[in-house]
């Protein structure tokens, strides 16, 4: 079972482009759900304008999704009127998909945790019980901390702390991932934009014929990305 994450953005576009993706991704889940592909939305960014999206960031579980995918990632292409400028001239819109370099999961170190006992509060400030039962928890390289209060146990509100932390510095690690080569993607969506890899036509957005792959140039950049974030 392969895992990937992808992002379709509108990269720094107008409105038009923040319509396109959120069209884009319509389209999107209903391929995915057709190939019977497990799919989580960890992120999006809502556009200026109702019912458009800035991105919007999917993680994908299934068979073949390197199949699936060549058909997806590159440039997308709108061609239509804009529904927000209605005397715009422009008819051609792009956007991007682009899959983001696997993550390899980052574990806490136990030594870079402070933990702190302190009394668990309830309605109106009472405190529940006399014991310090509440665990604050601080990962120290990262300054991020939760408090937990779940359980009577001290020792288990310490567990649920570290599985917390891990949650937050892995959303902190998405997203230092995801400004890294956020740049770098944006200057090839400029670059490619008379390469789509697919078109739409239309208010309907109907999907033209025409699908082209660009796999070799697709790992270019991947390998790019992967570099800098070596390096």
């Known amino acids: 079972m392969d895992t990937k994450i992808i992002q379709i953005t509108a990269g720094r576009g107008p409105t038009e482009c923040c319509w396109v993706v959120a069209q884009v991704l ?3 889940l209903e391929a995915v759900k057709k190939e019977q592909i497990a799919y989580k939305i960890i992120q999006r960014e809502k556009g200026r304008e109702n019912t458009t999206l800035q991105s919007v960031t999917i993680q994908l579980k299934g068979k073949n999704l390197e199949a699936f995918l060549n058909e997806w990632i590159g440039i997308i292409q709108w061609i239509g009127k804009s529904k927000s400028r209605v005397y715009h001239k422009r008819k051609n819109w792009f956007i991007g998909i682009y899959e983001l370099p696997k993550l390899n999961k980052l574990q806490i170190d136990e030594k870079d945790i402070s933990y702190q006992a302190t009394r668990s509060s309830g309605p109106g400030g009472q405190h529940v019980n006399k014991v310090s039962s509440a665990i604050r928890a601080i990962h120290k390289p990262s300054k991020i901390q939760v408090l937990v209060m779940d359980s009577r146990s001290q020792h ?3 567990k649920i702390a570290k599985q917390r932390l891990q949650e937050k510095v892995g959303e902190l690690q998405l997203e230092a991932l ?3 080569v956020k740049n770098q993607w944006e200057n090839h969506l400029n670059i490619e934009r008379g390469n789509p890899i697919q078109v739409f036509k239309g208010s309907d957005f109907k999907k033209k014929t025409i699908v082209k792959t660009y796999k070799k140039q697709r790992n270019a950049l ?8 070596n390096n």
């Not at 390998?223 to 800098?228: A, D, F, P, S």
């Open 26 to 28: 319509k389209r999107f």
């Open 222 to 229: 991947k390998n790019e990305l992967q570099n800098e974030l």
């Open 178 to 180: 995801k400004t890294s």
């Open 156 to 158: 288990q509100n310490k």
